[in-house]
């Protein structure tokens, strides 16, 4: 299953309502492994970005159904990368002419 890295900011009304985040987040877990995914651990994070999860879903259209339905919520925006494994990356790698 393809792995994710989804980095997250608050919006003005994620900050004012930042006391309901830990429902927020435990939601889109739930979101997330009703879709056929798995959601990491939760990191909140000091700098550009607020926050980060590593997640793994079906596949791209998956994840982004996701993350849209829980951005419509109005109190995060994100930011995804696809994340290759070590595996996945020396595979990649060992293709090149």
């Known amino acids: 299953m393809p792995t994710y ?3 997250g900011k608050y919006t003005t ?3 004012q309502s930042i006391k309901q985040s830990p429902d927020r987040v435990d939601a889109a877990r739930k979101a ?15 700098g550009r970005y607020d926050f980060i999860i590593e997640t793994e879903a079906p596949n791209d ?22 994340a290759f494994s070590e595996s996945e990356f020396r595979s990649i790698v060992s293709k090149l002419p």
């Open 61 to 82: 259209e998956t994840l982004a159904t996701v993350l849209l339905a829980i951005g419509s919520g109005g109190t995060i925006s994100t930011e995804t990368l696809r």
């Open 13 to 15: 009304q994620g900050i």
């Open 32 to 46: 997330i492994e009703a879709a056929g995914g798995k959601m990491g651990e939760f990191k909140l994070t000091i």
């Open 5 to 7: 890295i989804v980095l």
